[in-house]
């Protein structure tokens, strides 16, 4: 090293005891404000909400669309037009409609979950409950009942869990086998006394594992017969 070097190196300034101080009072500043946010998510309320409906929206679309594009392939055969094949899979209004629903169901809800917090400059279950209701909103992109079925339960075993960690009903061992036998015998009471309401998917289905030969709708409505006779009641059609 030259002798000029040596004396730009010594001349350069080093930090003071002060600036030392500054940086770790900045550093402590930003730490405590950090601690303080009502949300703990990284980055920006904006950048966190785009991320989580972005993310929705790839795999709420990536999942619908992949399951139509094998469906379509190796069941339906429409490898051999590939137009109608695009069009039936990846254009079609399902895919595109479930990725949106799942997109702002999640980014929706962190989205208006951060501004209430913003507006009222505190976290409690008021946030996640308007939040929740908004984001619910986002069925209007793929109505399926299926999916309102499985959020509805799912909100009923959230409720009874918040009222049991409350101390307002109390657990019960076989609690679940009970709930099950409930909806089983109110299933199959509409299977025979009211086929009308059962989804006809479902019937299929119980069709199915009765077996080939068998005829589910004709047993039932001999059941229902033999109970009008029987009661000495006019036999009506389900």
Excluded at 18 to 33: A, C, G, P, R
Excluded at 112 to 125: F, H, P, S, T, Y
Excluded at 138 to 145: A, L, Q
Aim: net charge positive.
């Amino acid at each position: 090293m030259s002798d000029q070097q040596q004396d730009n190196s010594q001349q350069q300034p080093q930090p003071t005891d002060d600036t030392n101080n500054q940086v770790e009072e900045i550093k402590l500043d930003d730490s405590q404000q950090d601690k303080n946010r009502l949300c703990k998510h990284r980055g920006s309320c904006i950048h966190s909400t785009l991320y989580t409906w972005a993310r929705g929206l790839l795999i709420g679309y990536g999942l619908r669309a992949s399951m139509a594009l094998l469906s379509a392939i190796f069941i339906r055969r429409l490898y051999k037009n590939p137009r109608k094949l695009v069009n039936q899979t990846l254009l079609h209004k399902d895919p595109i409609g479930f990725g949106l629903f799942l997109a702002f169901y999640t980014g929706g809800f962190k989205g208006v979950n951060c501004l209430l917090r913003a507006i009222r400059q505190k976290e409690d279950g008021y946030n996640s409950a308007i939040a929740g209701f908004v984001a619910g909103a986002s069925m209007m992109f793929s109505k399926s009942t299926e999916v309102a079925l499985y959020l509805f339960a799912r909100a009923l075993e959230s409720l009874f869990n918040a009222a049991w960690k409350r101390g307002y009903v109390k657990s019960w061992k076989h609690g679940d086998t009970a709930l099950f036998c409930f909806c089983t015998s109110v299933m199959f009471y509409a299977f025979v006394w009211e086929p009308n309401t059962v989804r006809p998917s479902y019937l299929k289905f119980l069709s199915k594992v009765a077996g080939k030969d068998r005829d589910l709708s004709q047993v039932t409505s001999k059941i229902r017969e033999l109970y009008y006779i029987s009661n000495g009641i006019k036999p009506t059609a389900a």
